[in-house]
């Protein structure tokens, strides 16, 4: 499995948004960016973390820092869930698991003695150059935005 360090080039991909536009990562070249993967749209967890974003959407805009949600889901999934909830940043279809594998949140996980593959719950920030500047893996939902700003104070 890939893990990423401090100073890694991010993985560049391109997927689309909720709206069906193409997004990259460089697109956001000379900005911060907070890029998380989550399991699946409207889930107790992932909305639990999306929210709390959506609620600190203004916090990391003051810091240069744009949001970036990526999932399985498909675009009108993620259009629902965005529109349920208001979060107002661009969520991101990664039906074929390929950008969450590059960025190491694809892997195995176990529930109810069952093992299996899924979105292992991550987030990143990623520098103005494009680079990793911290990583955190199997993130709880609540603790993306503390990470965040704490990482966007030091």
Not at 44 to 52: E, I, L, V
Not at 78 to 85: G, N, P, T, V
Not at 102 to 112: I, L, M, P
Request: net charge negative; charged share 30%.
């Amino acid at each position: 499995m890939t893990v990423l360090e401090i100073g890694d080039v991010a993985p560049p991909f391109s997927l689309l948004d909720q709206h069906g536009r193409t997004v990259r990562l460089e697109d956001f070249r000379g900005r911060k960016v907070l890029v998380y993967f989550y399991p699946e749209a409207d889930t107790p967890g992932c909305t639990k973390q999306s929210c709390a974003l959506r609620d600190h959407m203004q916090d990391l805009a003051q810091a240069e820092t744009d949001i970036l949600g990526i999932s399985p889901d498909l675009p009108d999934k993620q259009l629902a869930f965005d529109e349920k909830y208001g979060l107002g940043f661009p969520l991101l279809s990664d039906p074929d698991h390929a950008t969450a594998e590059a960025w190491g949140a694809w892997g195995a996980k176990t529930r109810k003695g069952r093992t299996f593959e899924d979105i292992i719950r991550s987030s990143f920030m990623v520098d103005a150059e494009g680079r990793i500047k911290r990583a955190w893996y199997a993130v709880k939902p609540e603790d993306t935005v503390p990470n965040a700003l704490e990482e966007l104070v030091s």
